[in-house]
């Protein structure tokens, strides 16, 4: 919903868990996303271990990864190899998720 609200054009693909995820970059090598959300508590593998498979792909060595929950523990998230390459805290409203997509998908188009 937040993604619709935006101006930025944008598909969104989505996996119901970070195994699902691994599946689709794994099958479909000429799939290489913009940007991967990850959430941190994701069913059958936490939001860490996905990112990390995921930068072992080498199409995705570009792909912005940002990593999200709604705890403001950022040390849970790893740090060097294993961080994200940014963490966004989950927000209360769907109006400041809309505001910081925004700011994701402008930087990308800058």
Same mark, same amino acid.
């Given at each position: 919903?937040? *993604? /619709? /609200?935006?101006? !930025? =054009?944008?598909?969104?693909?989505?996996?119901? @868990?970070?195994?699902? /995820? *691994?599946?689709? !970059?794994?099958?479909?090598?000429?799939?290489? =996303?913009?940007?991967?959300?990850?959430?941190?508590?994701? =069913?059958?593998?936490?939001?860490?271990?996905? +990112?990390?498979?995921?930068? +072992?792909? =080498? $199409?995705? $060595? +570009?792909?912005?990864?940002?990593?999200? @929950?709604?705890?403001?523990?950022?040390?849970?998230?790893?740090?060097?190899?294993?961080?994200?390459?940014?963490?966004?805290? +989950?927000? /209360? @409203?769907?109006?400041?998720?809309?505001?910081?997509?925004?700011?994701?998908?402008?930087?990308?188009?800058?």
């Amino acid at each position: 919903m937040a *993604l /619709a /609200a935006t101006t !930025v =054009p944008a598909k969104c693909t989505i996996a119901g @868990s970070g195994a699902e /995820a *691994l599946t689709k !970059v794994r099958t479909d090598h000429d799939y290489i =996303p913009d940007v991967i959300f990850i959430d941190m508590n994701m =069913p059958m593998m936490n939001g860490v271990a996905c +990112k990390h498979e995921l930068r +072992k792909l =080498p $199409q995705l $060595q +570009k792909t912005r990864i940002y990593m999200y @929950s709604t705890s403001v523990n950022v040390y849970a998230v790893g740090n060097g190899e294993t961080a994200p390459d940014d963490f966004i805290v +989950k927000p /209360a @409203s769907l109006t400041d998720f809309i505001r910081i997509l925004s700011v994701i998908f402008e930087g990308l188009v800058s």
